[in-house]
């Protein structure tokens, strides 16, 4: 209850709300207290009195007007602001009462409403009445549509401890406070006053609550605040949230745990491959057998993304007959071929599996290995990744080399060989190649050097590309991207 200037005849406190609740608020708090003194339900002598005032306090106040006048202080206070708030649930006296909004979400199918629950409560009634909240909405709420969308919300901030309007609990509590100290329990009342602090967002209300504890002075025992976040309504709430999120995690690991890259390929085309349509191989290496069988003779393996013609489909779908791009005909499992070329999806895939930028020096591959060291200088303003080739154009090492820096590559086997390198950006480790602007270039031909036992450790230079023997020049790419 608060104090004459804002609850002249105590209607609010009659119904156990406060000033600032809605009419929505009121209207559910005049229904639970009918509930509790309708003279049929209560046998106490002054049942018919409390009901009675019950009603003129609601006829009061669900007219606008009427209440308009009432909260302007147009009534003579008739009730005295010593008594205190009781829990609009138990109807018992608390000391440390809060006005917290519950919400629920009911759906119907496709529409929702979201409903409040709103009044006094202790922190027992609150817990109850924030998980039936809660439990109302997880059974009527998820099954709509809409619900889908507003129940996560109302769940949150029922887990939370509901939602408490600000200066509407720093009255309650002032007033609370009042009411303790008329009784002569300073100390509870000082108490109520510190928590009826950091509610206070109007500064007038921040001013009774430091001009009355200023008058009470210190205290010598403070009562705990039951109001913390990790009580068991908490838990009580979390538990379907947790559960939910754990049922996901263990799906998520089941599938992970289940899911092969061959396997996953297998079923992303379900099309059964037509004469004269081009594929592509969706497996590491595929092997191609003389006839629809797994136990005959394998006359040629295909890499990753290779191109092939079907030539015929068997019935049943499982075999298919392809020509390879070198010209061999024979009989693949047509699970194992995706629809299209494999250029854009070699594309797409360098791209999924480029990793992190290599690092200067670092050998990116080897083809063989050796005892010899090269000394390597990049005098270009951008990054290269550079192959070393032998005369019949075969890749044995190929390494990365920073703008403007210097690296030591070891491991350089015999041999004579000849450099190519590339620029561009997004290098792709799994491909070996720049995913953008990629160009390709040859350091000059009176660089080739020789790695030989006996033989001064070679060093290498790599100049910018232009006019001059000095400088570089440009290849084609098929040059740098080679099998070999």
């Known amino acids: 209850m608060l104090d004459s200037s804002t609850d002249p005849k105590g209607y609010y406190a009659a119904l156990g709300a406060t000033p600032g609740a809605s009419t929505e608020a009121l209207h559910a708090a005049f229904r639970a207290r009918a509930k509790q003194l309708h003279p049929d339900r209560n046998a106490k002598p002054d049942a018919d009195e409390a009901f ?50 519950f919400h629920r979400v009911r759906g119907r199918l496709l529409t929702a409403r979201r409903e409040r629950e709103e009044g006094i409560f202790c922190r027992d009634c609150a817990d109850r009445t924030a998980i039936m909240a809660s439990a109302v909405t997880w059974a009527t709420g998820f099954p709509s549509v809409v619900g889908l969308f507003l129940a996560p919300g109302a769940l949150l901030r029922n887990m939370m401890g509901g939602t408490m309007p600000r200066d509407e609990n720093a009255r309650l509590l002032l007033h609370q406070a009042r009411a303790f100290l008329a009784r002569g329990d300073v100390e509870m009342a000082r108490t109520q006053c510190e928590q009826a602090r950091p509610f206070a967002a109007n500064p007038e209300l921040r001013r009774q609550a430091d001009h009355m504890l200023d008058a009470l002075g210190p ?31 263990v799906l998520a690991v089941v599938a992970w745990l289940r899911w092969e890259p061959g396997e996953l390929a297998a079923r992303i085309r379900v099309q059964r491959p037509v004469e004269g349509e ?207």
């Open 52 to 101: 009675q005032r019950l009603n003129e306090a609601w006829a009061c106040l669900r007219d606008p007007r009427r209440r308009a006048e009432y909260d302007a202080g147009g009534a003579v206070a008739t009730v005295s602001e010593t008594q205190p708030h009781v829990c609009r649930r138990c109807q018992k006296v608390t000391a440390q009462p809060r006005h917290v909004v």
């Open 278 to 484: 081009t594929r592509h191989v969706a497996t590491e290496m595929l092997k191609v057998r003389q006839g629809p069988d797994p136990t005959t003779p394998v006359i040629a393996l295909l890499d990753r993304f290779t191109t092939v013609q079907v030539a015929g489909a068997l019935p049943g779908g499982e075999w298919v007959r392809v020509e390879t791009p070198g010209g061999v005909s024979g009989f693949v499992q047509s699970r194992w071929l995706f629809g299209g070329s494999g250029a854009a999806a070699q594309i797409r895939w360098c791209i999924d599996h480029r990793g992190d930028p290599p690092a200067n020096g670092e050998v990116l591959n080897r083809r063989s290995g050796g005892a010899h060291e090269l000394t390597v200088r990049n005098t270009m303003a951008t990054d290269a990744v550079v192959r070393l080739k032998s005369p019949t154009g075969r890749t044995m090492l190929t390494f990365f080399v920073a703008a403007g820096s210097t690296a030591r590559i070891d491991g350089i086997p015999d041999g004579t060989f000849r450099a190519v390198f590339a620029i561009g950006a997004d290098f792709s480790r799994a491909c070996g190649v720049y995913m953008r602007e990629m160009r390709t270039y040859v350091v000059p031909k009176a660089q080739t050097f020789r790695a030989w036992v006996g033989e001064p450790a070679p060093g290498l230079i790599i100049p910018p590309p232009g006019d001059g023997p000095e400088r570089s020049q440009p290849v084609e790419p098929v040059l740098f991207v080679d099998t070999g």
């Open 219 to 249: 205290g010598t025992r403070r009562l705990k605040d039951r109001w913390g976040l990790w009580g068991h309504a908490f838990v009580v709430q979390a538990l379907p949230l947790a559960g939910l999120a754990l049922a996901l995690v």
